[in-house]
T-cell receptor, first 113, second 112 residues
Framework: QQQVKQSPQSLIVQKGGISIINCAYE??????FPWYQQFPGKGPALLIA?????SEKKEGRFTISFNKSAKQFSLHIMDSQPGDSATYFCAATNSNSGYALNFGKGTSLLVTP | NAGVTQTPKFQVLKTGQSMTLQCAQDMNHNSMYWYRQDPGMGLRLIYY???????DKGEVPNGYNVSRLNKREFSLRLESAAPSQTSVYFC???????????FGPGTRLTVL
């Protein structure tokens, strides 16, 4: 049973545009919400993460927006670049499972020149 | 500092064969994890070890066993491989608690 639902499955954005990926969760015990970026043939790598005490976190062109009451969070990539083309996974976790990650199914992002 | 290393990188097995996937980290992390990645399914947790000497089942543990050999090493064993275990396997480690998990490069396993 997927504990984190992610959409869209794929996304095409023009260079300079904004990419938006959405995730929703049910388990209110989750207390850490990271986003991972994966390039073909590589392992995932942490992009940015947020805890539910804050509603937004920004790191460079990447922003997480977090809505605790709606149990939703999203990743915004501003000024998207072709080098951002990758698969993005949202995840959620807490101490109940040793902070093992519950991943969404992923979003394949293509940024066209 | 190699981070998380996994061996082998590729493996082809026949149904019923056994094998062990090796994982090691040199970051002195307490927690280690095994995930499998299948197309359209994201990554799913197989087993994890929150600290040396402990292991626990994840979402999809059937057909697998694990050993936390020491703080550095966490192996995944397939006792009798099945075609449904064809996947890419990732090992990850983290210091403890919530925080960044560092992933290895993966092992691509095909079971015929």
């Amino acid at each position: 049973q997927q504990q984190v639902k992610q959409s869209p499955q794929s996304l095409i954005v023009q260079k300079g545009g904004i990419s938006i990926i959405n995730c929703a969760y049910e388990n209110t015990a989750f207390d850490y919400f990271p986003w991972y970026q994966q390039f073909p043939g590589k392992g995932p790598a942490l992009l940015i993460a947020i805890r539910p005490e804050v509603s937004e976190k920004k790191e460079g062109r990447f922003t997480i927006s977090f809505n605790k009451s709606a149990k939703q969070f999203s990743l915004h990539i501003m000024d998207s670049q072709p080098g951002d083309s990758a698969t993005y996974f949202c995840a959620a976790t807490n101490s109940n499972s040793g902070y093992a990650l519950n991943f969404g199914k992923g979003t394949s992002l293509l940024v066209t020149p | 500092n190699a981070g998380v290393t996994q061996t082998p990188k590729f493996q082809v097995l026949k149904t019923g064969q056994s094998m062990t996937l090796q994982c090691a980290q040199d970051m002195n992390h307490n927690s280690m994890y095994w995930y499998r990645q299948d197309p359209g399914m994201g990554l799913r947790l197989i087993y994890y070890s929150a600290s040396e000497g402990t292991t626990d089942k994840g979402e999809v543990p059937n057909g697998y066993n694990v050993s936390r050999l020491n703080k550095r090493e966490f192996s995944l064993r397939l006792e009798s491989a099945a075609p449904s275990q064809t996947s890419v396997y990732f090992c990850a480690s983290s210091p403890a608690g919530w925080g960044e998990q560092f992933f290895g490069p993966g092992t691509r396993l095909t079971v015929l």
